[in-house]
């Protein structure tokens, strides 16, 4: 019973160099979602996705992409990594839409010198 | 501008006396609140939840409060235990049609000491 992972849990790059944080649940919820998390702000949105397919913007999408090609999987990707992205990644997912729960993934540090 | 608020960073209590977590919200239009926790090294886990058709939700040691007028929530934990140690995270949701999105305030470090 895996539930909800993240690969890799710990991860150090250079400003400028591309970065994928890879999310994989076993759940088959619909929703996923990408939070980072800083000092003093919580946990902020980045994307979310309703369904293979379909993704959305969060409050700070800016310098991410992402793709759900499989209702299983939900890659973020840093296309050219600031500083600024020096942060904890979670991945979440739940079942439907609505005021459902949200499954959280154990996270990625990523550090970006 | 933060629409969901926990003022204090940390709290500290003895094991055996009551803790209690405040949030406050900004945006009228939320209209369900949740909580969670998180220990060092893992993802939050959710804790216990209120609709705002409620003021109040029981689950064991944890009662979540909620004052819509004054919008403040509360999370009562009663009585603490070391274990209780955490991050709490407080989030609030609009039931609409985006779909179920959380928006969080910036966590409460709670320690219990024995």
């Known amino acids: 019973d895996a539930g909800i992972t993240q690969s890799p849990r710990y991860k150090i790059t250079e400003t400028g160099r591309q970065v994928t944080l890879m999310c994989h649940q076993t759940?088959?919820?619909?929703?996923m979602f990408w939070y980072r998390q800083d000092l003093g702000h919580g946990l902020r949105l980045i994307y979310y996705?309703?369904?293979?397919?379909?993704?959305d913007k969060g409050e700070v999408p800016d310098g991410y992409v992402v793709s759900r090609s499989k209702t299983e999987n939900f890659p973020l990707t840093l296309e050219s990594a600031t500083r600024s992205q020096t942060s904890v990644y979670f991945c979440?997912?739940?079942?439907?839409?609505?005021?459902?729960?949200?499954?959280f993934g154990p996270g990625t540090r990523l550090t970006v010198l | 501008d933060q629409q969901v608020k926990q003022n204090s960073p940390s709290l500290s209590v003895q094991e055996g006396r009551i803790s209690i977590l405040n949030c406050d919200y900004t945006?009228?239009?939320?209209?369900?609140f949740l909580w969670y926790k998180k220990y060092p090294a893992e993802g939050p886990t959710f804790l216990i939840s209120?609709?705002?058709?409620?003021d109040k939700n029981e689950d064991g040691r944890f009662t979540v409060f909620l004052n819509k007028s004054a919008k403040h929530l509360s999370l009562h934990i009663v009585p603490s235990q070391p274990g209780d140690s955490a991050v709490y995270f407080c989030?609030?949701?609009?039931?609409?049609?985006?779909?179920?999105?959380?928006?969080f305030g910036g966590g409460t470090r709670l320690m219990v000491k024995p």
């Open positions: 759940w088959s919820h619909s929703y």
């Open positions: 209120i609709s705002s058709i409620k």
């Open positions: 989030a609030a949701s609009v039931n609409n049609n985006a779909g179920n999105m959380l928006t």
């Open positions: 996705s309703a369904a293979a397919d379909i993704t």
């Open positions: 979440a997912s739940s079942v439907r839409r609505g005021q459902d729960t949200q499954y």
């Open positions: 945006n009228s239009m939320f209209d369900y």
